[in-house]
């Protein structure tokens, strides 16, 4: 195998200078990348990164994003179908750093805008956050807790609940485990209790207040499992996964009548490419009355409406002053971005020697609206780590929107939240910190620190809504862009074209439960299973209407 560092020299010594070797080796293993053909890994599907095997060639199915959506969907497709997964980042399985949790977290630390498997963007707000580009998106990266949406959600949304059980319980039984409660964790328990989050649950799937214990994707042998480990579960020789690929566009034709614009393919590059230098692949054509596969964009809140703008689709003004030409003004495009703001208290102002943690443990407060845990997170790559308890609010009122920045795909567009510009979230911020206080200045917390905590925070009303204000930050659950009824229809067709469809966080209208990950790996089976019985049912019809 052939290895690719994708890093710039001057930024490689600049991290031996600051750090030490020892920092800039762990810092090449975690952005090492494969740079031509991937070894297997066990009932994998095939993987390649070399656009010119698919160049041309035709699949049923086409999903965009080869993430925590995206993987699922793809497992379950194959079952009956030909599909293509395109990634714009690399795989996971040759790169120990990713899946090993005592580096959970060191991917956060250095960030690009083009190689990093962490990338990079401030929103228009002036919030750092991040993008997953790798396979597996962001479950290869993230926290790893899980915890499935509450009843409540599911019913708003319309979604068959016995189906919705069975595919959580078929991620579940792959990438899902229950936690041995680390010392920390046990701390952050505690504190939670009492703090007043009540009562204790033990260990749940459910989204359920109070505090309990969440799955997690962190094995006993703390190693972690991803969404596209969900890609064995489907048939693999229907598979093929095209890594290092950034899609810029969807192909389009229009049909008989000249009326409609149908999907015949994507155009896309190499994510280390020219942009100049495209490529393309399509969907299978059907003979005779034949029902036609769809490309599906499952990319993330930030990449799906980006593709569907840099492809003619939304507000007309927009996309004119980038000279792309309109398909379809669909201005719901890129509206309604949210981001649940959060608020973290750090329990000592210097760095130690401690392995990072994962949270095992979750308290759900105040009608659902607060969301509270612990982390250990490196500061470093010199396993420096800081303590932290986090909160945010679950149900905010504040919303944004996305547009394009230039037209290149593998830069961020722009993105604005807008976090706590409606004065219920600031109202409710208030509240926020004032119950992560208690947690963390909890007597547990103090005892597993073996000092109270230094917290300066005010306890003045108006003095926390400016402390609110300035030390907002990410949850990194940030959703909408894609929403239904505006961009898609219940089925998740794009309205107003045929053979697209988006299946992820970008059709959100909330964060569901304490994080999206566990909704989302259960989404991309729901909508595959949805679309196999659709694709039966026009088949069956088809067959009556030509005996």
Known sequence: MEWEIKIPEMELLSIIHGHGLLA??????????????LPQGYGLPYMTSNVKEVLGKSFDYIIV????????????????????????????????????????????????????????FISRDGVPNLRGRVLGGTSTINAGFYSRASADF????????????????????KVVFKPLLTKWNS??????????????????????????????????????????????????????????????????????????????????????GSINQTYESYLTQPENSSPQ???????????????????????????????????????????????????????????????????????????????????VLPVSFNATTLMRISIKLAFPESKGR??????????????????????????????????????????????????????NVTSNPNELRNFCRKNVRTYYHFHGGCSIGSVIDNDYKVIGVKGLRVIDGSTLSESPGTNPMATLLMLGRYQGIKILKEREDASAFGNQQHP
């Open 24 to 37: 800039a080796f762990i810092f090449l293993l975690v952005n090492l990348s494969p740079s031509s053909s």
């Open 402 to 455: 996305l547009e394009l920045n230039n037209t290149d795909p593998r830069q961020n567009p722009v993105v604005l939240f807008n976090y706590l510009a409606e004065e219920k979230d600031l109202r409710e911020c208030v509240q926020m910190v004032q119950l992560v206080k208690k947690v963390a200045r909890s007597r547990s917390i103090a005892r597993f620190l073996g000092a109270k905590p230094l917290i």
């Open 154 to 173: 599911i019913k708003r949304v319309g979604w068959d609940e016995k189906l919705v059980k069975e595919a959580y319980e078929w991620a579940e039984s």
């Open 187 to 272: 701390a952050v328990k505690s504190g939670l209790l009492e703090a007043g989050i009540l009562p204790y649950n033990g260990f749940s799937w459910d989204h359920i207040a109070g505090t309990k214990i969440g799955g997690t994707v962190f094995d006993a042998n703390r190693k972690r499992h991803i969404s596209a480990d969900l890609l064995e579960r489907g048939n693999s020789s229907n598979i093929v996964v095209l890594l290092n690929a950034t899609v810029k566009n969807i192909v389009f034709r229009s049909d008989d009548k000249g009326k409609k614009s149908i999907v015949r393919g994507i155009r896309f590059i190499n994510s280390n």
């Open 65 to 120: 994003g080869g993430g925590t959506a995206g993987c699922p969907l793809a497992a379950t497709l194959s079952e009956k179908f030909s599909v293509l997964l395109i990634e714009r980042g690399g795989s996971p399985y040759e790169n120990p750093m990713l899946l090993d949790k005592k580096y959970f977290g060191f991917p956060f630390l250095q960030t690009d805008e083009f190689s990093s498997v962490a990338q990079r």
């Open 293 to 375: 596969g769809d490309v599906i964009l499952s990319a993330g809140a930030i990449g799906s409406p980006q593709i569907l703008l840099l492809s003619g689709i939304g507000p007309k003004g927009h996309l004119g002053n980038f000279s792309i030409p309109l398909l379809l003004d669909l201005k719901g495009v890129g509206q309604d971005m949210q981001d649940n703001p959060g608020i973290t208290l750090i329990l000592r102002a210097k760095p130690e020697y401690r392995l990072p943690e994962s949270p095992q443990v979750v308290g759900i407060a105040k009608d659902f609206k607060f969301v509270v845990e612990g982390f």
